[in-house]
């Protein structure tokens, strides 16, 4: 099926307060970035009360604002191919998947075929959908659970500026190394990479603010089950914080966990509630644990 090329469209309602110029309101109200407005006034259209509209045209209350950006295709290099997903929620602005361990998220320099991507552009196109892939929570390629994707540049802005204002959350569950004896708490310390390295990070006094809160669901004999919620999203956060607190994640080798009981690190992403930027209203979405965590969850 040959995708449906719509161009991506929103429509606003100017409320008390928001008077002003069209630029101003779009900016300051609703957070389009200089990036996105430049590309609105090159390719797309905006129309106020069905009329065409500029960037200084006066907004009132009650005026209906129309925002219509340009189609957006698929990167061409990107070979869609044949996958089975685990898909959680799709409408026409996000999808939802369950990610399994094991699998990439995007191509790399090293693996340019058989990542999540790839099966995603092959679902859209299937389903006769022109969208462009854009992951707007991102899981290493050994941790599963659920990531949220964009399928538009506006709506991944849009999405990264409400997290920056934290509406939205990752909650995820690890099983670590040790017995945690806090029941809660948090782990405050800045990452970067360490030195000689492009994969491997450390907690560094001049690397990036980072904060994890974690509580304990579980106490073993020599694991403990966490539940992980992240304020930043550093590459590695939590493996990182939980290696610093002296509970490296149970198969994490890179940060210093052993594969005795699991062959990748113990992570899962649970638990995703974003503010949807179309109509506003939280949602939220769980994933049930893989077998190997259920595994390690029974002790």
């Known amino acids: 099926m040959t995708p449906t090329e719509r161009a991506y469209t929103l429509t606003l309602t100017v409320q008390e307060g928001q008077e002003g110029r069209l630029a101003a309101f779009l900016r300051e109200q609703h957070h389009f970035s200089r990036r996105l407005l430049n590309k609105l006034k090159r390719e797309g259209t905006v129309q106020v009360n069905g009329q065409t509209a500029f960037f200084h045209t006066q907004l009132k209350t009650g005026d209906k604002v129309a925002v219509c950006f340009p189609v957006e295709k698929p990167n061409p290099e990107l070979k869609p191919q044949p996958m089975v997903l685990d898909i959680i929620h799709e409408d026409q602005d996000v999808l939802v998947v369950n990610k399994p361990a094991g699998l990439t998220v995007h191509p790399t320099m090293t693996e340019q075929e058989g990542t999540l991507a790839n099966g995603v552009i092959h679902h859209w196109q299937k389903r006769g959908t022109c969208a462009s892939f854009h992951p707007v929570s991102r899981l290493d390629k050994h941790t599963s659970g659920l990531i949220l994707i964009a399928k538009h540049s506006f709506v991944h802005q849009q999405l990264d500026v409400s997290r920056q204002h934290h509406g939205l959350t990752r909650r995820y569950y690890a099983w670590v190394h040790g017995v945690v004896e806090k029941d809660n708490g948090e782990i405050v310390a800045p990452i970067g990479l360490e030195e000689g390295s492009i994969i491997k990070r450390r907690v560094r006094a001049d690397g990036q603010p980072a904060r994890t809160r974690f ?85």
């Open 215 to 299: 509580r304990v669901i579980r106490r073993y004999a020599d694991y403990t089950w966490l539940e992980l919620t992240l304020d930043t999203g550093r590459t590695h956060q939590i493996r990182i914080h939980c290696q610093h607190m002296g509970h490296p994640l149970l198969g994490d080798d890179l940060y210093g966990g052993s594969r005795h009981l699991i062959q990748r690190q113990a992570l899962h992403a649970c638990a995703l509630a974003f503010v949807h930027p179309r109509h506003k209203k939280v949602c939220s979405f769980s994933a049930p644990l893989p077998e190997d965590l259920k595994r390690l969850a029974a002790g």
